[in-house]
């Protein structure tokens, strides 16, 4: 009569083993799913942020192509801007030498008309 109790605690002993091995693997299996989750998160997280990076790069990128037309543009701009100065002296000398001439004239003019 004995053995059969023994026998019937093991099984129960056993059986109580089998339920606590099967709650921790529960317990292990959940804790994996929930870092294996707030992994992908972050994965999510970092792979937005990288795309985010990307496209203000580009952005980056097409701005300094719009400020290097703008400053090719200005350049073009100076560039002519210096050959009609150029121009604008030109006849300025031009102007002064005909005023000098004309007054050189006037004062002929009045000497001959004494």
């Known amino acids: 009569g004995a053995g059969r109790g023994r026998d019937k605690m093991a099984a129960g002993g056993a059986a109580d083993a089998q339920a606590r091995f099967g709650h921790s693997v ?3 299996l959940t ?3 929930t870092s294996c989750g707030t992994d992908v998160i972050a994965l999510t ?3 937005l942020k990288g ?3 990307a496209e203000l790069l580009g952005q980056a990128a097409r701005n300094m192509v719009m400020q290097e037309d703008a400053i090719l543009h200005s350049e073009d701009s100076l560039r002519k801007m210096a050959i009609i100065t150029t121009h604008l002296q030109y006849q300025q ?3 002064q030498k005909n005023v000098e001439r004309s007054s050189n004239l006037q004062d002929q003019l009045s000497h001959l008309l004494k």
């Open 31 to 33: 804790e994996k799913v």
């Open 93 to 95: 000398e031009a102007i």
């Open 51 to 53: 795309s985010r990076s």
């Open 26 to 28: 529960k317990g292990l």
């Open 45 to 47: 997280k970092q792979v």
